[in-house]
C-alpha cells in the first residue's frame, strides 16, 4: 500500500502535535522542540517545516524561526496515513485498501457486496455504502443482471499513465487555442480561490479523493471554456480513468505547492489574453507532471 514520503509524513505529525498541544496562532514552533517531540533527526523536520511554510501552515521569520500562521485548532487533523483515514472511519480505509489491492492485482474479476464486506471487515450497511461512492466515481458498475460488481477500466499501469499525460499534451493545450474559447469569469474565480486556498494549507488537509477532485476539475473548466464538447468529454473521460492511480501520488504532498503556483499562473496568461503563452506554459506543465509521476 502507498505510504507518504517522509516530508510529508512529518508534517502531518507535526500539525497533529501542534493541535494536540493547542497552540495558538502566532506561537513559535522550534526545530529542536518538534525533533525531541516526534523522535526524530533536526534535518527531516525542518525539511517538513519548510514545506508547512510553502503551504501556508507556518510562516518563517528571517533570524527567528517559524511561527503559526493560525490557531491549531483551526487545523483539521491530517489523514495520509495506511487508507488516508481519520480515527475509525472503516470506510473509508476500505475504500483506499480496494483502490489499492485492485491496482495490485490483489482484487480483481466480479464481487458481491458479500465479498467486499468480508474481505475489508465491513458490516454489509458499510460495504454497500463503500461500493455506492465507487459506483458514484465511475470506479465500478453492476454487471448485467445487477448480479454483483466489477471494475470499470481504470489506469493501472506505469505506461498507461505515461500515455494519459501524452493525450491531455495534445489535447489540453489545443483546447485553449480552439476559436470558441471564453474566458468563465465565475468558474476562474472559483478555481482561483481553490488553488489559493491549496497553498493556505489545504495541500496537506484535503482528503486525497477531495485533493484530485480540485485539481482534476481546475484542468476540466479550462478545456471547457474552449466550447468544444468533444474535448470536455476527453478530458474527463482521462480523470476517471486515471483517479484511482493518481489518488497513490496524493499521498506525497511535498510537489504539490509548485503545481498550484503553476495553476495560477495559467490562469493569469489566460485572464490577460495570451492565449499562446497559455498554451505553450500548459503543455509545459503537464510534461513535469508526467514526468514526476511516472518517472
Not at 463503500?130 to 448480479?147: F, H, K, N, Q, S
Request: glycine share 6%; hydrophobic share 40%; proline share 4%.
Amino acid at each position: 500500500m502507498s505510504r507518504p514520503n517522509l516530508t510529508t509524513s512529518l508534517a502531518t505529525r507535526l500539525v497533529d502535535l501542534m493541535r494536540r498541544s493547542e497552540l495558538p496562532e502566532g506561537a513559535h514552533v522550534t526545530e529542536q522542540w518538534a525533533a525531541d517531540t516526534l523522535d526524530v533527526s533536526r534535518t527531516p523536520v525542518r525539511k517538513a517545516m519548510l514545506f508547512l511554510t510553502e503551504v501556508g501552515i507556518l510562516e518563517r521569520v528571517p533570524q527567528r524561526g517559524f511561527f503559526l500562521t493560525r490557531d491549531a485548532g483551526a487545523l483539521t487533523r491530517p489523514s495520509l496515513g495506511e487508507g488516508d483515514h481519520t480515527g475509525d472511519d472503516a470506510e473509508r480505509t476500505a475504500y483506499f485498501e480496494i483502490a489499492d489491492d485492485h491496482l495490485g492485482g490483489r482484487f480483481t474479476g466480479p464481487f458481491t457486496s458479500a465479498d467486499v464486506s468480508r474481505r475489508y471487515r465491513l458490516t454489509s450497511r458499510q460495504a454497500d455504502r463503500v461500493l455506492a461512492r465507487m459506483e458514484g466515481e465511475d470506479l465500478v458498475r453492476r454487471r448485467t443482471g445487477g448480479r454483483g460488481w466489477e471494475f470499470q477500466q481504470v489506469m493501472a499501469t506505469v505506461e498507461a499513465h505515461t500515455q494519459s499525460y501524452r493525450f491531455r499534451m495534445i489535447v489540453e493545450p489545443a483546447a485553449l487555442l480552439e476559436p470558441g474559447f471564453t474566458v468563465d469569469a465565475a468558474a476562474f474565480a472559483q478555481h482561483r480561490q481553490q488553488q489559493e486556498a491549496l497553498l493556505q494549507g489545504d495541500i496537506l488537509l484535503l482528503p486525497r479523493a477531495e485533493l484530485f477532485q480540485v485539481n482534476a476539475s481546475f484542468h476540466e473548466m479550462l478545456v471547457g471554456c474552449s466550447g468544444n464538447p468533444f474535448l470536455l468529454d476527453a478530458v474527463r473521460r482521462q480523470n476517471r480513468l486515471r483517479r484511482l492511480i493518481e489518488y497513490r501520488h496524493q499521498v506525497d504532498r511535498s510537489r504539490l505547492a509548485r503545481q498550484a503556483r503553476e495553476h495560477l499562473r495559467l490562469l493569469d496568461l489566460v485572464e490577460e489574453g495570451d492565449l499562446p503563452a497559455a498554451s505553450a506554459f500548459l503543455h509545459e506543465h503537464l510534461d513535469q507532471v508526467r514526468v514526476i509521476k511516472t518517472g
